[in-house]
T-cell receptor, first 115, second 113 residues
Framework: SAVISQKPSRDICQRGTSLTIQCQVD?????MFWYRQQPGQSLTLIAT?????????ESGFVIDKFPISRPNLTFSTLTVSNMSPEDSSIYLC????????????FGPGTRLTVT | GQNIDQPTEMTATEGAIVQINCTYQ??????LFWYQQHAGEAPTFLSY????GLEEKGRFSSFLSRSKGYSYLLLKELQMKDSASYLC??????????????FGRGTQLTVWP
């Protein structure tokens, strides 16, 4: 299994500011995903971070609001821009194996509170 | 589109057996996953089924019927530490994102002494 770390683990931010979340993996992986989990809800995929190309965003998420970088096969960042209280959530980085059994592993998450 | 349905809550007592069901409708099905998530923690991988049948792993087993769009997670000899949310997720290879997972809302299991 992959070991995934995220920074910061939690933060409290003011409305209108931006926060960049880092995700580091201990091995090279092709697929990295960013999810959001709002209180009491399941996981919603924000985007897939592709190394060497632009991220692929899911419906309802746009690059201006959630810019993503993927400079290499072990690292990615997600920025939550111009935050509002509705962005308060847990943000999770996930990596997938390229070969079977294809499970995904999750980082510990970043708990964001916007005031 | 993708539609994944599982019960919102379940309760059981220590030592008992509980079965958590998941039904799904999806295009490009390429596997079903079960994850366990304790409050305030990240999901942890439990099981993966891509072929019909039962996969057993210790106290946990997972079953898949692709023709019925149905899976269940079976937990035996329940322990207090099994109290958690259990997420059913389907992997799809259709659409713009290959290999992405679609998650159900999760089943909150409470184990009573």
């Amino acid at each position: 299994s992959a070991v995934i770390s995220q920074k910061p683990s939690r933060d409290i931010c003011q409305r209108g500011t931006s926060l960049t979340i880092q995700c580091q993996v201990d091995s090279q992986v092709t697929m990295m995903f960013w999810y959001r989990q709002q209180p009491g809800q399941s996981l919603t995929l924000i985007a897939t971070a592709n190394q060497g190309s632009e991220a692929t965003y899911e419906s309802g998420f746009v690059i201006d609001k959630f810019p993503i970088s993927r400079p290499n096969l072990t690292f990615s960042t997600l920025t939550v821009s111009n935050m509002s209280p509705e962005d308060s959530s847990i943000y999770l980085c996930s990596v997938g194996r390229d070969r079977g059994p294809y499970e995904q592993y999750f980082g510990p998450g970043t708990r964001l509170t916007v005031t | 589109g993708q539609n994944i349905d599982q019960p919102t809550e379940m309760t059981a007592t220590e030592g008992a057996i509980v079965q958590i069901n998941c039904t799904y409708q999806t295009s490009g099905f390429n596997g079903l996953f079960w994850y366990q998530q304790h409050a305030g923690e990240a999901p942890t991988f439990l099981s993966y089924n891509v072929l019909d049948g039962l996969e057993e792993k210790g106290r946990f087993s997972s079953f898949l019927s692709r023709s019925k769009g149905y899976s269940y997670l079976l937990l035996k000899e329940l322990q207090m530490k099994d109290s958690a949310s259990y997420l059913c997720a389907v992997k799809s290879d259709r659409g713009s994102t290959l290999g992405r997972l679609y998650f159900g809302r999760g089943t909150q299991l409470t184990v009573w002494p």
